[in-house]
């Protein structure tokens, strides 16, 4: 879909969001996300603690939420200023981005991210995508 119109049908949606998604149709994404990563580490007998991690499709904060333990500092990027507003409400972001996932992992320094991730369905990278 076009950008413009995510970011519209997004930012129209930001005031009921979580409401929406987490009470009236059980969304368990973050949760779901939280419990591979904690697996994988189990399995690779790494500690399940992040410095710094980048929320690729942010919305309103509910990976962040998840992720509170064990991450010490989030960078969020969302197309969406309506649900950067909300994201920001929460007090876990040190930055919020508002630009497209792909544009706003070029822009981040990756030094020191320990982790990147993603609750939303729209977060298909290319495969030739590097940074």
Request: net charge negative; charged share 20%; with cysteine.
């Given at each position: 879909?076009?950008?413009a119109?995510?970011?519209?049908?997004?930012?129209?949606y930001?005031?009921?969001?979580?409401?929406?998604?987490?009470?009236?149709?059980?969304?368990?994404?973050?949760?779901?996300?939280f419990?591979?990563?904690?697996?994988?580490?189990?399995?690779?007998?790494?500690?399940?603690?992040?410095k710094?991690?980048?929320?690729l499709?942010?919305?309103?904060?509910?990976?962040?939420?998840?992720?509170?333990?064990?991450?010490?500092?989030?960078?969020?990027i969302?197309?969406?200023?309506?649900?950067?507003?909300?994201?920001?409400?929460?007090?876990?972001?040190?930055?919020?981005?508002?630009?497209?996932m792909?544009?706003?992992?070029?822009?981040?320094?990756?030094?020191?991210?320990?982790?990147?991730?993603?609750?939303?369905?729209?977060?298909?990278?290319?495969?030739?995508?590097?940074?």
């Amino acid at each position: 879909m076009p950008p413009a119109y995510v970011r519209l049908l997004f930012d129209q949606y930001a005031a009921t969001f979580d409401t929406a998604l987490v009470e009236r149709l059980g969304y368990r994404g973050p949760s779901v996300l939280f419990e591979a990563v904690l697996s994988a580490c189990q399995a690779h007998q790494k500690p399940a603690n992040f410095k710094h991690a980048i929320d690729l499709g942010c919305g309103t904060g509910l990976a962040a939420v998840a992720f509170a333990k064990t991450v010490d500092q989030f960078n969020g990027i969302d197309l969406s200023p309506g649900m950067i507003e909300k994201a920001r409400a929460t007090g876990l972001y040190a930055e919020l981005k508002e630009t497209d996932m792909l544009e706003g992992l070029r822009t981040t320094p990756d030094s020191g991210v320990d982790l990147v991730l993603s609750a939303t369905r729209w977060s298909m990278l290319p495969s030739s995508f590097r940074f």
